[in-house]
């Protein structure tokens, strides 16, 4: 009761200090969030992305460089033995109805890649693109393979560290198995690092899941009717994304399922379109990406460059080794932890090698870099990246892309950036909730106060500059990282343990196709 009373006093708190700031300031509210935003904020970010000693490299980058690594060759290299069988169970080939959880593997997969392909993949890659040049999409493809290892080690273990109610329920994520894992292999430290992970968790779900998702939706939709405060798109989107998450993980999921994979198409669809019309240079846009990557082409960092925002924008789009993904993956119906980790292989499959390469395709072929005729080298401007043909970037130059071979296109892609920022944002709201619960405890008034938070953060998101909401975004997401990639070092034994006994069941045919029983 006393947590209920703190947690209902810091809300109203916030809220009366926001509306008073909001209601009394001169000038345009968006600059005011802006300004105290990026004041506010900036110290954590150098934190985050501070470079390793006598390098412009950041350590966090590396970090997940190496985790990803380590657990691709640690699994022998799972993400290429075990794509069929990922594929079998997402088709429910293995489901078993009377297993405890709340949502089906493929609704636990649309939900997490609702969570994942979203603006990153759209802005985030122009971003990428725009500062590394070509090259960057190549180390990007790399991090999205190696990424796959990752996300099924963190997909795991949150599936087999859950917390199952009595009412059908479950709460899972890096907090449980961090915590509830390290008890079990005797190793300390387990609960402050789960306490520190559902805050960064919070602050992830406000920032990338929440803030840069609004920020970017709004900025596609000034682009087509014209400009106008970005309060007002917060709002529009704060109301509808309430009216869905009020209603938990299973409304969640149901407008999941149904959004992701029209999105998915209607996106690669409108990519396809590009890409044909423009097929003589497809050639030359790989040749330029394959180049880039270990020579730069001219562009500010050369090749450090290139594959420092190729591996940022890919941890950004997927957020393998994040650990955000094993929330809305605990809530799966399975007896088997390990078949959730199977499908969490394809998200970054789906979000990084297959749409994130085609947004960096539509961008160079469609000549939106600009390059010197005389070297071929691209022109880098003042701020470090590529000048672009009008001078965009973000969602904004992925939007010119697409509408500088059809006028109208912007308008597919406005469609396309709204679905995927509407149903990123519902999906973080869930992984948030479930490390504010984690904190301050299970119950409807502690859930009502974060989702009513999570809301203003919408308002707020919109109306703030691209440049502080990336930033914040990113260091908050990979914050996460950090603290989640030392509980997989630690528990990684326990998944390989669950590997070997899962598929040598299923080789001697003790596991059946549930049809098949």
Request: proline fraction near 3%; glycine fraction near 12%.
């Amino acid at each position: 009761m006393q947590n209920k009373k703190i947690l209902l006093s810091i809300f109203i708190m916030f809220f009366s200090l926001l509306q008073s700031s909001l209601a009394f300031a001169e000038g345009s509210i968006d600059e005011k969030v802006n300004a105290i935003f990026a004041s506010s904020t900036g110290w954590f970010v150098s934190l985050i992305f501070a470079p390793l000693p006598g390098t412009s490299f950041p350590w966090i980058v590396l970090w997940l460089v190496v985790g990803a690594t380590i657990f691709t060759v640690y699994f022998g290299f799972i993400q290429f033995r075990a794509i069929r069988h990922s594929i079998d169970l997402v088709k429910g080939d293995y489901s078993d109805p009377n297993d405890a959880g709340e949502v089906s593997h493929f609704q636990a997969l649309a939900t997490a890649l609702s969570g994942t392909v979203g603006l990153g993949n759209i802005a985030g890659v122009a971003v990428a693109v725009s500062i590394g040049g070509p090259g960057a999409t190549f180390w990007m493809i790399l991090a999205g393979l190696m990424g796959m290892a990752s996300k099924f080690t963190e997909c795991t273990l949150g599936v087999k560290y859950r917390n199952e109610y009595p009412d059908g329920s479950v709460s899972g994520g890096p907090m449980y198995y961090i915590s509830k894992g390290f008890k079990e292999r005797g190793v300390a430290g387990g609960k402050p690092l789960a306490v520190l992970f559902a805050i960064f968790c919070i602050l992830g779900a406000f920032g990338g899941g929440n803030m840069f998702q609004a920020n970017q939706a709004h900025a596609q939709i000034s682009s087509i009717v014209g400009d106008f405060p970005g309060w007002i798109t917060g709002v529009v989107f704060a109301l509808v994304v309430f009216s869905v998450i009020v209603g938990g993980i299973k409304s969640i999921a149901n407008v999941t399922e149904k959004i992701v994979p029209f999105m998915g198409v209607l996106y690669v669809v409108a990519a396809l379109i590009i890409i044909v019309m423009n097929f003589d240079k497809v050639g030359w846009a790989f040749e330029q990406i394959f180049v880039g990557a270990f020579t730069g082409l001219g562009v500010a960092g050369g090749f450090v460059g290139a594959l420092i925002q190729g591996f940022k924008r890919a941890a950004f789009s997927n957020e393998a080794g994040v650990g955000s993904a094993a929330i809305a993956h605990s809530a799966v119906r399975t007896k088997e932890p390990i078949t959730e980790g199977f499908v969490s292989l394809l998200e970054p499959f789906i979000d990084t090698v297959v749409i994130c390469t085609m947004t960096a395709l539509v961008i160079i072929i469609t000549g939106q870099l600009t390059s010197d005729p005389t070297t071929g080298l691209y022109l880098v401007g003042e701020s470090g990246r590529i000048i672009t043909a009008d001078g965009s970037s973000g969602v904004a130059l992925t939007s010119a892309a697409f509408g500088s071979t059809i006028s109208w296109f912007p308008y597919v892609l406005a469609v396309a950036v709204v679905l995927f920022a509407f149903s990123t944002m519902i999906s973080w709201s869930y992984y948030g909730l479930k490390a504010w619960t984690y904190l301050f405890g299970e119950g409807k008034t502690t859930e009502l106060i974060f989702k009513l938070l999570f809301c203003v953060f919408v308002v707020i998101g919109a109306a703030a500059n691209l440049g502080p909401v990336i930033d914040f975004s990113d260091a908050a997401i990979f914050a996460m990282a950090v603290v989640n990639i030392i509980g997989l070092y630690v528990l990684m034994p326990v998944v390989k343990a669950e590997l070997k006994s899962y598929l040598a069941r299923l080789k001697s045919g003790e596991i059946k196709k549930f049809t098949d029983k």
